[in-house]
């Protein structure tokens, strides 16, 4: 799974905190996430992509190998 994470964050001035905060999960959540280290749960993505006014897909895409 790749992530637009990281590139969303900075399009909005958002640090890993601010962001962890707002999709109510721990900073090192949102830096595992940006390091493709650990996939979301549904609802994390959820959350996510709320705050960024993004579709899921458009946030976390997977290769088709992946699914």
Do not use: C
Request: aromatic share 6%; no cysteine; proline share 1%.
């Amino acid at each position: 799974m790749r992530t637009r994470l990281k590139e969303l964050r900075a399009r909005d001035g958002l640090n890993q905190t601010e962001l962890a905060k707002r999709a109510k999960v721990s900073r090192q959540t949102i830096s595992l996430i940006e390091r493709e280290e650990f996939i979301p749960s549904l609802l994390i993505a959820v959350r996510i992509a709320a705050i960024f006014n993004e579709a899921i897909e458009e946030i976390f895409i997977f290769d088709k190998e992946e699914l």
